[in-house]
């Protein structure tokens, strides 16, 4: 994979978000975090071994198994998602019912601006400016393109507490009833190992992604078919910038339409 640098500083302060939460998880929910930050581990640490020896087909039957389950608690983590409703004050609280038809889903646009081997990745933290983020989600719902998504490397906090994690989602792309956005969250380690993500924000367009499991890592070394070409650039810059900067080196016609488009009111859009 050929990972070109594109520089830029960010603001070098970076704010913790605290929330104050009363949402209280189910007890089905109480023992599923050892078991995600277990998985987690052993993904990474069995990802990292060089597989040269008889054991080599366990091994990789391991890191798969690990990452299976860090994705299934992720899904877990959006169906919490629309569970939980803000009171406007800050506070948090846990719907009784899972979320139903009586509102309108936002769905992804049928008009796609990258091709299917291409990816545009934020890599972010909750250590990052809640403004920062927002304004990324915000750019990922001008957008809607299913091959865009925000990247956390694990849980926040820890996995053993669900809670953290689906309110720090929430409080980006729903903080109000009548704020609702569009954009992917994944929780994916490999990601930012295969990109060498060293700081966040960061953020990464590949082409050529190719995997041989499509529901296992895009980062995951052996579930690539093929070497990727990709650009970064790091900075709390906005996502139309880096995609600027990253398309005077790309070269593609994709992302000058993305551009164009990340650059547009959001008047009388529907």
């Known amino acids: 994979m050929k990972n070109r640098l594109l520089h830029f500083p960010s603001p070098?302060?970076?704010?913790?978000?605290?929330?104050?939460?009363?949402?209280?998880?189910?007890?089905?929910?109480?023992?599923?975090?050892?078991?995600?930050d277990s998985a987690f581990q052993?993904?990474?640490?069995?990802?990292?071994?060089?597989?040269?020896?008889?054991?080599?087909a366990d091994i990789q039957k391991e890191a798969e198994k690990g990452f299976r389950n860090a994705q299934k608690r992720g899904k877990e983590v959006e169906g919490w998602k629309g569970r939980?409703?803000?009171?406007?004050?800050?506070?948090?609280?846990?719907?009784?019912?899972?979320?139903?038809?009586?509102?309108?889903?936002?769905?992804?646009?049928?008009?796609?601006?990258?091709?299917?081997?291409?990816?545009?990745?934020v890599f972010i933290s909750s250590s990052l400016p809640m403004k920062t983020l927002t304004n990324y989600a915000d750019s990922l719902d001008k957008l809607r393109d299913p091959h865009s998504a925000m990247?956390?490397?694990?849980?926040?906090?820890?996995?053993?507490?669900?809670?953290?994690?689906?309110?720090?989602?929430?409080?980006?792309?729903?903080?109000?009833?009548?704020?609702?956005?569009?954009?992917?969250?994944?929780i994916d380690p490999f990601l930012f190992r295969h990109y060498k993500i060293s700081q966040?924000?960061?953020?990464?367009?590949?082409?050529?992604?190719?995997?041989?499991?499509?529901?296992?890592?895009?980062?995951?070394?052996?579930n690539i078919q093929k070497t990727t070409e990709s650009y970064v650039v790091y900075g709390d810059v906005s996502l139309d910038y880096a995609i600027e900067?990253?398309?005077?080196?790309?070269?593609?016609?994709?992302?000058?339409?993305?551009?164009?488009?990340?650059r547009k009111g959001y008047y009388g859009r529907q």
């Not at 080196?249 to 000058?256: S, Y």
Request: hydrophobic share 40%; net charge positive; charged share 25%.
């Open 84 to 121: 939980i409703k803000s009171d406007g004050n800050g506070n948090f609280y846990v719907d009784k019912a899972p979320a139903s038809g009586r509102e309108k889903t936002k769905k992804f646009s049928t008009k796609r601006y990258l091709a299917d081997d291409e990816r545009i990745y």
């Open 12 to 36: 070098g302060l970076a704010v913790a978000i605290a929330l104050v939460a009363a949402v209280t998880v189910r007890p089905s929910f109480a023992g599923i975090g050892d078991d995600v």
């Open 245 to 262: 900067k990253i398309n005077a080196k790309a070269g593609n016609q994709r992302l000058n339409a993305i551009v164009k488009q990340l």
């Open 200 to 222: 966040v924000p960061a953020i990464v367009f590949a082409r050529g992604v190719s995997t041989v499991n499509p529901e296992l890592s895009e980062g995951l070394d052996s």
């Open 42 to 56: 052993r993904s990474e640490q069995y990802g990292n071994i060089e597989i040269t020896n008889k054991h080599s």
């Open 151 to 186: 990247i956390l490397r694990g849980c926040v906090e820890t996995c053993s507490k669900i809670k953290p994690t689906v309110q720090f989602m929430k409080a980006i792309i729903n903080p109000a009833e009548d704020v609702k956005r569009l954009a992917e969250f994944q």
